[in-house]
């Protein structure tokens, strides 16, 4: 017996180390800790949360405190259902053009040519500022003074100051500025991953630019965007900060991510925050998996890239 | 591109629509940018294309009633802290997902992609009223815990592919020699890590500097960090003269800016997005 145990433990040892479980694993010992404490934990925390109606709150007063009622209470009250709805009318849009836009300059930019460092480099810098700091800085240049208007007013375009602050604009302008780049520089990775003689191929084959765009490129890169398209969706998604101030918090653009911070720090409803900020999670996940279902059905085979 | 050799520059139509674009997007982004440094050095202005005077006391009055040298300090606590801990936490982990396929490893990186995947807002606001239950949200703890939190997973999604690129065999080849798991992680892949070690560290650095969210809902009166400042005192406009805030706003930029020219020593402008290396 004394002689069979530590034999029984060294074949489940070598067991295990054949399907690549051995010491190495303990390696990733920290780091799953760490999510499933700072993570997972939270996350389901906020689930239950969310069953569980704050006692004294609104919610309970008009809903009872059934463990669906800060759903209820979200749903039936168009001030906060609502949210959904400006969330996605700010963020469809703004990730649609920052792809659709950053695909003909990528395409323009794929090759190699002087002054492509220095035009990445700028375009990089609105991914820096952030967007408080975008913010802060629509306000100033696309205000009733600012200098767009001045240019409007000056050239005759407009003869009173035209609105683009405070308003669904602002937001959507802020979300292009700050999204804007990342799609482009998302986009020329993926681009420049395509081999550039499977066009030339098509050329010597007699197809045009559009033709080998539509038939050899596009085909390519549609897999890609899809991707690029649901990052900056959730870049779009999760706008707080300049929904605030150049938005119209109260009114055009009151978002989901703002319904969700109201309820948490202002009027201290945990459970009513977290119902919001799972409903944030389900709705921006539900967009995403469409989008990967259909890209799903796409080639995702050989670029012909070097990767 | 020799001396005799002239190129024309003619372009179709396509291609000036694309360049006007571009040259659009960067007439707007030079447009945001510069009203608010010309607004901060500006005495008063109302109306007309440039203040009527020009100062830069400003940048002392600012400094001075937010306590900006107190909030650049706490700044750079919280983002050293980050970085420091998110590649402790997260590059032994990428080694052993480099290396290792084992049953559940999907799950494991399905864990680690969500929390890069779902907005902050989404998790910061049950992750902060998780660290206020544990009395831990509103100090620099809180701040930092809530930071780690896409920060570990940023660096194991660096790391990862790096470290799959490094050939198994040269750690083969140390143990032969008789190296230790010790000696091989200090001697061998220590050396070879640090160009990634480096890029990840300052790509966690940019964005933990950046990162409004996450430190917006954690942070305390004496935890802000500079962009959580800087929204403060957009809000409470009326108050402070809006020459103040933009003073503020450029300070931010200015640090910022810094940052991205070290970063960009360091790193391709594309891996600031993701980490798709470029193959040209």
């Known amino acids: 017996m004394a002689v069979q145990a530590p034999v029984a433990r060294m074949a489940l040892r070598h067991r295990l180390a054949d399907r690549g479980m051995d010491r190495t694993l303990l390696l990733l010992l920290p780091a799953v800790v760490f999510i499933v404490a700072l993570f997972v934990y939270p996350f389901l925390y906020g689930l239950q949360l969310s069953f569980q109606p704050q006692p004294g709150s609104e919610t309970v007063r008009n809903y009872g405190s059934g463990p669906f009622a800060d759903y209820h209470n979200f749903f039936a009250d168009p001030y906060l259902r609502n949210t959904i709805w400006t969330t996605l009318k700010l963020g469809l849009p703004a990730a649609l053009v920052n792809v659709i836009a950053s695909v003909p300059i990528a395409y323009r930019m794929r090759g190699r040519f002087r002054g492509k460092r220095t035009i990445t480099t700028i375009l990089v ?10 913010a802060e800085g629509l306000l100033a240049f696309m205000g009733p003074t600012g200098w767009l208007n001045r240019l409007l007013l000056d050239t005759g375009i407009a003869d009173h100051p035209v609105r683009f602050t405070h308003n669904y604009w602002g937001v959507l302008f802020s979300l292009i500025i700050s999204g804007f780049p990342f799609a482009f520089l998302l ?36 897999p890609g965007l899809g991707i690029t398209f649901c990052l900056s969706f959730v870049l779009a998604f999760s706008v707080f900060p300049s ?46 998996g469409l989008v990967l279902g259909w890209r799903s059905r796409l080639y995702r085979g050989a670029t012909g890239g070097k990767g | 591109m020799s001396a005799g050799t002239r190129r024309r520059v003619a372009l179709r139509p396509g291609a000036w629509l694309v360049w006007g674009a571009v040259v659009f997007f960067m007439l707007i982004l030079a447009g945001v940018v510069g009203a608010v440094v010309v607004d901060s050095f500006g005495t008063r202005w109302f109306s007309g294309w440039l203040p009527s005077g020009w100062t830069t006391r400003w940048y002392g009055t600012t400094w001075r009633e937010f306590d900006l040298g107190g909030v650049l300090i706490v700044t750079l606590e919280v983002a050293l802290a980050v970085v420091v801990i998110s590649l402790l936490i997260g590059v032994p982990a990428a080694y052993a997902l480099a290396r290792r396929t084992f049953p559940g490893k999907r799950v494991v990186m399905v864990a680690f992609l969500l929390p890069i995947l779902i907005p902050p807002i989404t998790y910061g606001v049950p992750l902060a009223t998780v660290l206020y239950k544990f009395h831990l949200a509103g100090k620099l703890t809180g701040v930092i815990l809530a930071n780690l939190v896409p920060a570990v997973p940023f660096v194991i999604l660096v790391m990862t592919p790096f470290i799959e690129q490094i050939d198994p065999k040269i750690e083969a080849a140390a143990r032969m020699c008789g190296a230790r798991t010790r000696v091989i992680f200090t001697r061998i892949l220590g050396p070879l890590l640090v160009p990634g070690m480096l890029a990840a560290a300052i790509l966690i650095l940019v964005r933990t500097v950046g990162m409004f969210e996450l430190t917006f809902l954690t942070a305390g009166p004496d935890s802000q960090t500079l962009v959580v400042a800087l929204y403060y005192s957009v809000s409470s406009a009326g108050i402070r003269a809006q020459q103040e805030i933009s003073a503020m706003a450029v300070l931010y930029t200015m640090s910022m800016l810094v940052l991205l020219v070290v970063a960009l020593r360091f790193v391709n402008p594309t891996q600031l997005v993701t980490q798709i290396k470029e193959r040209d």
């Open chain 1, 125 to 134: 810098v609105p991914i820096t500022l952030g967007t408080v700091l975008t």
């Open chain 1, 187 to 222: 986009t020329l990775s993926y681009l420049s991953g395509i081999d550039p003689t499977l066009e030339r191929a098509a050329a010597t084959l007699g197809a045009g630019t559009w033709q080998r765009f539509r038939h050899i490129t596009l085909p390519l890169l549609a």
């Open chain 1, 243 to 288: 929904a605030i101030m150049v938005g119209d918090p109260a009114g055009q653009t009151r978002v989901i991510s703002i319904a969700a911070f109201h309820a948490a720090f202002e009027q201290y409803d945990y459970s009513m925050a977290s119902a919001i900020a799972m409903i944030m999670g389900a709705v921006e996940l539900i967009v995403i």
